[in-house]
């Protein structure tokens, strides 16, 4: 076997055989951190450039991005359309693929779910979670962003300075902080819509998707909550901070939890403005006791 010829997460596999990937991943995005002697915000361009990257550069795409191989290098491609913070994560992730088998032969594309459904190239769906992976490790290095949540309560006031600490979206902190987190946590997403089944009825504040640490009952996509719920009053701008019953999201539990709920508005990749309600939730046992 020509050594030269295999991709740096294949070598990885042969130094550590029988290492999850996942593991492998992470673990080559911390040694690349140290070996840069980074600390966050840690800068795409540097890692970029480590990484035989020549260009960065942005253009009206459908995908979030791409990475491709030019005369003189590699280069990554993101969407004009995203905030800047978001594309940060895109790069990272475009960044990944350097790592990964075959790479070098053909165009490598992240797709979200803004991304028209009739563009969606064919993709390895778990080399995808393995670019994210490795591009959360990046963005939210572990070990510095556990130490930061040490002493701290699960909130999204926590997460919006986490954000702006990392330089990242308010969406890939907060889903870091439910990974990395030494209990049970739960994000769960809102905006008004109609049900899929009922597309001219009124729309409601419904999930659009949940990201989950540890043992929750299973929350339904397109479930509608109502206008006087923890979850209902954050549309309306109000910040919560407070207990609830999951039954509002669930009927398969009557439990008290606690709920950080909040309204962040967001422009999608064409402009157009969406309501969004994040909620951070996490069991009621588990709070500090407050004076």
Known sequence: MDRLSLSDLELARLESPGTPDRQLVEELAQRLIVDLDLEPPISHD??????????????????????????????????VGDARRKQRFTAFHEIQHTYMPGFRSAPQFRCDPATPAAVIPRQTPGLEALCDIGAAELLLPRTWFTADMVGNEATLDVIEALADRYDASLEATARRLVTLHPGPALLVAFEPARKPSAPTAEPALRVQWVHINGPWPYVPRHKSVPGESVFGRALDGEPVEELASLSILTSASTEVVHVSSRLYPYADSQGKQHKRVLALITPARTRRNRS
């Open 46 to 79: 540097i890692v970029a450039s480590m990484r035989d990257v020549i260009r960065i550069e942005e253009a009206d795409i459908p995908w979030a991005g791409f990475l491709a191989p030019a005369p003189d290098g590699l280069a990554i491609t993101l969407r």
